[in-house]
């Protein structure tokens, strides 16, 4: 009988990209953000071609998973795998996504978030 | 609460840069991509992810020949607010089999706003469930179409059975101005409920 998976666990990543891996070497948010340096991006050069590519789209302007995703045009799963490995491997740098660590941590980033709207 | 996104390395950063996450969420063609796209900084971009027929609840794969993969679009919008700080906007995809997607969605988003058109409010009762059983803060927001019929907002909130204490508000996707005042009450009314919550002693929703 066929396991049963779970919903993300369903995500299929086709490609020989993650040699048949289908889960990424940590969880990273749609929205947490990525972002390679000049020697990243340097160093993934020598990474293949789809990290590369990741790096190149990460430099000098800090890129969501999601966006990786839409700029590589690469399934979400399959990107989510190779990012995970590139943050292990030191060629990406992962920021934070939205922190819930406390309350008063979460009040300051909504009153950001309130400021940064009623600003636009 | 996990710590997936911990990460002991984040001495050697040189600064770090938060990211939030508002959801906008409806039924089919309700505005959510216009909305998006009214105020992003960016087109809206979409990334697809590939589902197994077992995600999008065929159970029988063997049914559908030739399909045992899906594609799931999603669309989102960002806003870089400052130099350490984004705010990304997340549509749903419209059709409710691809609800499992929808829970990726949400989690972590600061709240939802979930979208309706007036010409079809019944269309709403699948996405309020979603989110009445959910612990994310929403706030529903009427889509005005130019032919649409006019209602009070009373009206509706009595017709979709919204609880008082979501605020419902009325906006104009294609306006700029109209989805920044829809997007302040995600995010007052997230404040609102995390004070209280505070203030009766319970854990942050995360
Ligand atoms: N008159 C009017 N038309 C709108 C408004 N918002 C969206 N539309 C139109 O309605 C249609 C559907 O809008 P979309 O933004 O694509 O809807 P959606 O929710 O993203 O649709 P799906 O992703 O397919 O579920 C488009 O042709 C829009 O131009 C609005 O506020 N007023
Ligand atoms: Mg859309």
Redesign the interface.
Known sequence: M?PR?D??G?????YAVTRGRTEPS????????L?A?ATQATEARFAGHDKYRIATVCEGR?Q?L??I???TRM???V?RVLVADM?AEGLL???????????EE??N??????S????? | MDFANYDPAGARRSREIISAKIVVAGGFGVGKTTLVGAISEITPLTTEALMTAAGVGIDDSSKVPGKETTTVAMDFGRITMAQDLILYLFGTPGQTRFWFMWDEIIRGAVGAAVLVDTRRITDAFAPLDYFENRKLPYVVALNRFDDAPQYELEEVREALAISRDVPLVMCDARHRDSVKQVLVTVVEHAMLRLQNEHGRGYAPVG
């Not at chain 1, 369903?10 to 086709?14: E, K, N, S, T, Y």
């Not at chain 1, 940590?26 to 953000?33: M, N, T």
């Not at chain 1, 980033?109 to 309130?114: D, N, Q, T, Y």
């Not at chain 1, 940064?116 to 636009?120: C, K």
Request: glycine share 8%; proline share 7%; net charge positive.
């Open positions: 066929e998976r919903p993300r369903a995500l299929v990543r086709p940590r969880d990273i948010a749609l929205e947490a953000v972002s340096n800090a969501s999601a966006e995703a839409a700029y399934p979400l799963g990107t943050v740098t992962l920021h934070t996504a939205a922190p819930a660590t406390g309350y979460r009040m980033l909504l009153g950001r978030v309130l940064g709207l009623r600003e636009l």
